[in-house]
């Protein structure tokens, strides 16, 4: 197994992140949480039994994964370097403006399109919550994904396919490590369809562009990461139904979603020509004869 890590740490990454959540995710997907094939119930944490039914099987995949196949692959300078993008916090305060007002000025603008400027100015008790709950997400959902998708996966994966080609293979893989918990209350099972199953992976491919982008920019700093992630996740569970009560369903505030991650993921794409803000690294260019070598850009 551990050749087989080394020769291909991508692919083991994939591998052991889906194979690893999902197993730990089947007691909360076949219990009364579920399919009720089980008859017995995950109890409330906060208000929800996703911390106890989801969260165990989101970090034994993504962050455990990329730790191991990292610690296997490159060692202990490898989980060095890994560790240290996890770590990167000092970042102009501009990209936590973007990052934690931007998000949630994209989804407030998005709604107010698509509820014909229908809005209600969210309670104190919104206002109240919105930070809290947004420090729990970093903890939680930031944590334990993304330290897998992007410092681990993307950062390898755009030395080989460039930015693009990489963003365009992780959306869809991204996607379709969440589709089991669409059998969960997580998903609005029983009540969940395919058409919104398939906006949620559509929605993950198109965000993924802005992310890329934002983790280009940043100098590949993970915490900016996962803020961007938490935050979409953090307005639309604590603010947006209280905002907008004439989209407040599932598969309307799926549409709100992806119709803003799709405008962000466009913007992207023409302001940046398809870059993403990546820069390749630089690559040693073979000494001549009496000179040093050089690197170039």
Known sequence: ?????????????????????????????????????LDFEFPAVLGTSQLLGMLPGAYLGPIFSAYLVTRIAEGKEGVRRWIGRMTKWRVSWVWYLVTAVGVPAAIIATGLAMSDGEVTFPPAAVLVAYLPSLLLQMVTTGLAEEPGWRDFALARMQRRFGALGSTIILGPLWGLWHLPLFLSEWGGYPDVSLQRILEFVAFCCTF????????????????????????????????????????ATPELASRVTLLAGTTGAVLVLIATRGRLGYRPPAEPVPAVAGTEAVTTR
């Open 1 to 37: 197994m551990a050749v087989f890590v080394r020769r291909r740490p991508l692919l083991s990454f994939f591998i052991l992140a889906n194979l690893l959540s999902w197993v730990a995710w089947l007691p909360y997907i076949l219990s009364r949480n579920g399919t009720g094939v």
């Open 208 to 247: 993924n562009v802005v992310v890329t982008w934002v983790f280009n920019r940043t100098g590949q700093s993970l915490p900016l990461i996962m803020l961007l992630h938490v935050s979409v996740n953090n307005f639309m569970s604590v603010a947006f139904t209280e905002m907008f009560p004439t989209l």
